[in-house]
């Protein structure tokens, strides 16, 4: 199959090589982007300037490397690693922020507006089809968006709806993979400028029936009176049904033998299915003397799941472990915020939010017997009745200020305080029958949180600076919520973890020079946790439980090279130690103190290089190799996993209106394991084998 799409991008490029080569245009002068992020500060900024760790990608950069999923589009990121799939399926993933593995430790945004915020982040129906940047804050969110994230915060923002260009892209390859995007402007009504995009496709993995065809569409619209005054909402629509793979058991030290790589061991007709709808709206006014902004939204996701996980790694009767689910989740989220600008010196924004959680489970777990190989599916009856429920409801709260002032222009001063008022209810147990359900459990917590942070320009020459800057955050988040109704019935009644907090130090230089075209960051940190939300077995079901004090420390550093408008360099390294600090855990009946062990699954050293060169017109291409160092499988440290690395790479010919190119990713087939299984017991995923992808892009003209 591969030598087939070898052959075909061959004859399609052999037209265009052996055509005469047209006059070379002028030289033009270097142009530099200027970027902004709001994901600091809810207002445009220069992400040189903030006291933060905060790195953008354009969406042209990103349509230039050809990345459409999240690991791809973050590959280049400092101090970021993506590891694909997950427990939530092949079309997911699990970021890696400060040495922090956890599918939930991080804030995703998509256009201002947390996604899947008041459970966990909505990675399997963000898309990335019409993006116009991609900002990451590393470090715990800022005030502005309350106790949702210690570690990161990943902002996707989509093209406004008053962008005109058309394009369709087409795209096939490997596992018989293929899909499309079309994205476009929309004729005007009423004086609302409107914009589409519509995606699909259907993605195959190495793994035994292991895929997932999903669709997306996306309705952006604006109304726009003057400068100071607009009004938008966007319509958001995504399917997707997945057809889940098989994480790979662990027997003692090692991954166990007994098991292929590309095993599957789920029932047959196994699935994991999440339909998601949201509107999103809000308007911008002036408001004494500043900007009055708000924001609103409304998102309801069905997440149906049938699947198993190996429970003994043996060819034994009933050595699998099944979970049929039925998981209903609401979103409700409203911020209002006013920014002004008092005096020349000083801006101030203050404003409030709430965020509404509303998740309804029904599930039951039972027992089968599925061979070892992985080869062959086995036929399951499901029990007729999802016997297990539970049902909880988040109420998240707060308001708060924050103020950045200038006593001099080489320094700058941000504050931020923010109170949080928290009410959870939980309720679990046998109440499909009978009305009655057990564990009805509460909890509310009412808690400051604050950040201070100071950036120094330490030298400035034109656009170039160069700025030292230090940072304080302290955060406080409710613990995550454990849907696994399917796994034992005694979970669902289990009480309401305690939340978890922490206190973080960050310090580092920044800066840009040579007229833009070299932008570079290095960064240390140290966060002190508590109550940290880790994976675990209670009655020998996995389960989630609070996992004492933990410290992250580390330093990073990226860089960020434009030779020539058309050629870029990137660049980085991070050195991270995540380690318990006081943490109790049984194994084999015995207690154990895990002070001074590494946490599982993270990786002490990344590293990442890329370089893309894409003119106007003419051939393309571009290399980026991600490493990632040692770690160890488990809490004990005494299964040991070594370092790796993966190598993507793409070619192509591009002009004016259309480009073609092939793209290659794991080169080197590398099947290491890169995520944690919270659902099967000392199980893990591996890295997706290697695949190539041919595609075609066409501008349209309107």
Not at 33 to 47: G, K, L, S, W
Not at 54 to 74: I, K, P, S, Y
Not at 562 to 585: C, E, K, M
Request: proline share 6%; with cysteine; net charge neutral.
């Amino acid at each position: 199959m591969t030598s087939r799409w070898l052959a075909l991008f061959a004859c399609l490029m052999a037209p265009g090589a052996a055509a005469q080569t047209p006059p070379s245009p002028p030289p033009q002068p270097l142009v530099v982007q200027q970027y902004v992020e709001v994901v600091t500060t809810r207002v445009p900024e220069a992400p040189e300037e903030v006291p933060a760790a905060v790195e953008v990608f354009g969406g042209e950069e990103l349509r230039v490397r050809g990345m459409t999923d999240l690991r791809g589009a973050l590959a280049l990121a400092t101090g970021v690693d993506i590891a694909p799939g997950g427990d939530s399926g092949p079309a997911s993933s699990v970021p890696d922020f400060w040495g922090l593995k956890e599918f939930d430790a991080f804030l995703l945004v998509v256009d201002g507006v947390p996604w899947g915020g008041a459970f966990d982040p909505g990675l399997t129906t963000v898309s990335l089809v019409d993006v116009e940047r991609i900002e990451i804050l590393r470090g715990p969110a800022p005030v502005t968006y309350g106790a949702t994230s210690f570690v990161g915060v990943i902002h996707v923002v989509h093209r406004g709806a008053t962008a005109g260009e058309r394009v369709l892209t087409l795209r096939g390859g490997s596992f018989q993979s293929g899909g499309g995007s079309f994205t476009t402007g929309l004729p005007s009504f009423g004086g609302w400028a409107s914009r589409g995009a519509v995606d699909a496709e259907r993605l195959g993995f190495s793994d035994d029936r292991t895929a997932y065809p999903s669709g997306h569409v996306l309705w952006r619209a604006e109304r726009k009176m003057n400068d100071q005054e607009r009004s938008w909402f966007n319509v958001d629509a995504n399917w997707l049904d997945q057809h889940p793979a098989s994480p790979h058991p662990r027997q003692g030290t090692a991954l166990s033998p007994l098991v292929p790589v590309d095993g599957n061991h789920n029932p047959a007709g196994a699935f994991l299915n999440d339909h998601r709808a949201s509107f999103i709206g809000g308007f911008d006014r002036p408001l004494a003397g500043g900007a009055w902004s708000t924001a609103a939204s409304f998102s309801h996701s069905s997440r149906d799941s049938f699947r198993g996980f190996l429970k003994d790694p043996t060819d034994a009767v009933s050595n699998a472990r099944g979970l049929r689910q039925q998981i209903g989740l609401t979103d409700i989220y409203v911020d209002s915020h006013l920014a002004k600008r008092s005096r020349s010196t000083v801006s101030l924004l203050v404003g409030a939010d709430y965020l509404h959680g509303g998740g309804n489970a029904d599930g039951i777990g039972f027992d089968y017997t599925a061979p070892l190989n992985g080869g062959q599916a086995v036929s399951v009856t499901t029990p007729a009745v999802l016997d297990v429920s539970m049902l909880d409801r988040r109420d998240f709260a707060g308001a708060y200020a924050a103020a950045e002032w200038r006593p001099v222009d080489r320094l700058r001063v941000d504050a931020g305080m923010r109170l949080n008022i928290t009410h959870e209810e939980k309720e679990g147990g046998e109440g499909r029958e009978g009305g009655a359900r057990e564990g009805d459990h509460g909890q509310m917590n009412t808690r400051p949180s604050g950040s201070l942070g100071l950036a120094w320009t330490a030298w400035k020459q034109g656009a170039d600076a160069a700025r030292l800057f230090v940072n304080y955050r302290d955060t406080f988040k409710p613990a995550a919520v454990d849907f696994g109704v399917g796994g034992s019935e005694e979970q669902g009644a289990e009480h309401l973890l305690d939340p978890e907090t922490s206190r973080s130090y960050e310090g580092g230089l920044k800066g840009r020079w040579l007229g833009g075209r070299v932008s570079g960051e290095i960064s240390l940190f140290l966060m002190n946790f508590e109550n940290l939300v880790i994976a675990t077995t209670i009655n020998a079901v996995p389960a989630l439980a609070n996992g004492g004090t933990q410290r992250f420390r580390g330093a990073e550093t990226g860089i960020s090279w434009l030779p020539t408008t058309n050629l870029r360099v990137r660049g980085s390294y991070s050195l991270h130690d995540a380690r318990f600090r006081n943490f109790v855990q049984i194994f084999d009946g015995v207690a154990t103190n895990l002070r001074g062990k590494r946490l599982e699954m993270s990786a002490r050293h990344l590293a990442s290089g890329g370089i893309a060169f894409a003119p106007p017109r003419g051939v393309m291409g571009l290399v980026e190799i991600n490493a990632v160092g040692s770690r160890f499988l488990d809490k004990r440290n005494r299964a040991p996993a070594r370092g790796f690395a993966t190598l993507a790479t793409a070619g192509g010919y591009r002009t004016e209106r259309w480009e073609i190119r092939l793209a290659g990713r794991n080169l080197g087939d590398r099947r290491d394991p890169v995520s944690e299984s919270e659902l099967g017991d000392a199980q893990y995923y591996l890295m997706p084998g290697r695949r190539l992808d041919l595609s075609v892009s066409v501008k349209i003209a309107r």
